[in-house]
């Protein structure tokens, strides 16, 4: 039995055939209007309901026909998520993004934290492809996909840093296959919480997505043991080499 408490606002949403097979979280991002992260939020505290049976997982599909009821305590999430969406259109837009160098054949775009690569299944708006679509129209049909023209590597959307954008075919070929035989390596400056246990270490997981759409490392098997192989789950190779700069407190 959950219990809510007595001012919990309840909204209800009945799934069309439009959103069969949605993920929850995008479905639910989409109706109330706030981020993905904060439906995660709502999941983790027993606020999300499918057919009257609570959800516990974000990347649950939706059926056409299912009763998705969410709990809102004293509005006080709707309003934690529009302060939240406040501090990410502060903390970067798409207008702030910066060429750093151009030529005819590709751009080197600097990405500030805060800003998405490029629309996800809720149809985001302010993103680096609307940006660079409305500055080089051309781009549009360059690419293995039409959500990402022209682009041919990526950065999470809190991460800021160069990315290089081909503006033609031709040149887009040329820089993923560049990417593909391990000939550009990238560089990486992060905060870490927590104390490193080694100064310097290289990490070797293959990496692939999970069940729940989330990204997970698939540790190596050894594929010469006959009891091992059942375990083998596929997965892109992710080497990573790090070295601990500087330690805080």
Known sequence: MVKYMKDAKKQQFLVKKSNQGERL??????KLKVTRSQVQKMIDQDLVLANKKLLKKAGSRVKEGDEIEARL???????DAKIKRSEDH?????EDCKIVEETDDYVVVEKPAGVLMHPTEANETD???DWLIKKYPEIKKVGDNQKRPGIVHRLDREASGLLVVAKN????EHIKKQ??????????????YGQMERQHDTINFAIDRGKDGRMASRPKSNLLKLKSM????????????????KEYG
């Open 25 to 30: 979280d995008v479905f639910l991002s989409k």
């Open 73 to 79: 305590t004293n509005e006080r999430f709707v309003k």
């Open 90 to 94: 502060k903390i970067g837009r798409s």
């Open 127 to 129: 993103t680096l492809v």
């Open 169 to 172: 075919q031709k040149m887009f």
């Open 179 to 192: 990417f593909q035989d391990r000939m550009i390596s990238k560089e990486y400056l992060v905060l870490v």
């Open 230 to 245: 059942r375990s083998v789950q596929p997965g892109k190779e992710a080497v990573t080499e790090f070295t601990v700069e």
